[in-house]
């Protein structure tokens, strides 16, 4: 792969993940205090959902450490080696504890009495925003998944092209 194109990837991840700590540390917190000014009732769920919203930042913020890691192994000609794995297995698992987040979330908007400013369509769309964001983390997780099968599959065909050779 063209180290260019590494670099620019790097620089993308890199901000990404700036930006996810200036939304963990600055945007998420200062939303949650400002509705909760807005309308006082949202006051007790303020904290528990910016804990889940921080958390569920913190890991997108894992899987794009561990793609930089597999940049790393792809630029050193080294992705087809058992230690990928641990990388992918970590994208995975990170998808799965944010889609976990989200099933969560979408369970308490569905089954909590919710006070609302208006006629109840913010938690409507609410929920609908939460269970698109449940099926997007499923899908991401399934296709890693699957990704993960294809490289292990390369990886052994790699292994045995070494022994012929």
């Known amino acids: 792969m063209n180290s260019l194109f590494i670099a620019m990837l790097r620089v993308g991840i890199a901000g990404a993940i700036l930006l996810g ?13 400002d509705e909760v000014d807005l309308f006082p009732p949202y006051a007790p769920f303020a904290a528990p959902y910016v804990t889940v919203a921080i958390i569920g930042v913190a890991c997108v913020q894992v899987v794009l450490g561990a793609m930089w890691m597999l940049l790393t192994m792809v630029e050193r000609d080294a992705i087809f080696t058992p230690r990928a794995f641990r990388w992918v297995d970590t994208i995975i698992g990170a998808s799965l504890v944010a889609t976990l987040l989200a099933v969560g979330v979408t369970g308490h908007l569905a089954l909590a009495e919710i006070p609302s400013p208006g006629d109840g369509d913010d938690v409507i769309g609410a929920l609908g925003a939460t269970i698109v964001a449940t099926a997007v983390g499923a899908s991401f997780a399934m296709l890693v998944a699957i990704m993960r099968g294809l490289l292990q599959k390369a990886t052994s065909l790699q292994t ?3 022994e012929v050779v």
């Open 21 to 33: 700590l200036f939304g963990q540390i600055i945007v998420i917190p200062t939303t949650a205090a």
């Open 160 to 162: 045995e092209m070494a």
